[in-house]
């Protein structure tokens, strides 16, 4: 578990692991989709994260959901669904999924939840 500043975003790495799929959570504060698609631009320098299947995300900005899937159909709602919970604005948080070669079914709902709750324990958001 790694825990690394990657383009403006804090990144705890190789959280979880299933089946071949490996997770990480990044997150930072961002108040426009400006400033989210520069942290996701940040994250993406990093070849790793590029090459990730899929990096979802979602932020409540100015009182405006946002979210995006990037193919992890339900991810960014369920990621959006978390911060309204927490009460949280202006903070983008994003999970990141290398697909492993096996579909995990709804498990992959239960690690995307596993994985914003990391990053809320880790940085005291929660």
Excluded: C
Excluded at 54 to 61: E, K, M, P, R, V
Excluded at 63 to 83: C, F, H, R, W, Y
Excluded at 95 to 121: I, M, P, Q, S
């Amino acid at each position: 578990m790694a825990e690394a500043s990657a383009g403006g975003l804090l990144t705890f790495d190789k959280i979880i692991s299933d089946r071949g799929s490996r997770y990480a959570v990044s997150g930072g504060v961002a108040h426009d989709r400006d400033q989210v698609a520069a942290l996701l631009a940040g994250l993406k320098r990093q070849k790793r994260f590029a090459k990730a299947t899929h990096n979802s995300w979602a932020a409540i900005l100015s009182g405006e959901p946002v979210k995006d899937d990037d193919g992890e159909s339900g991810a960014g709602t369920l990621i959006l669904q978390m911060l309204e919970r927490a009460g949280i604005s202006n903070h983008v948080i994003v999970v990141t999924r290398w697909y492993g070669g096996k579909h995990l079914g709804g498990d992959r709902f239960r690690h995307v939840a596993d994985a914003v709750r990391h990053y809320l324990d880790q940085t005291g958001l929660g």
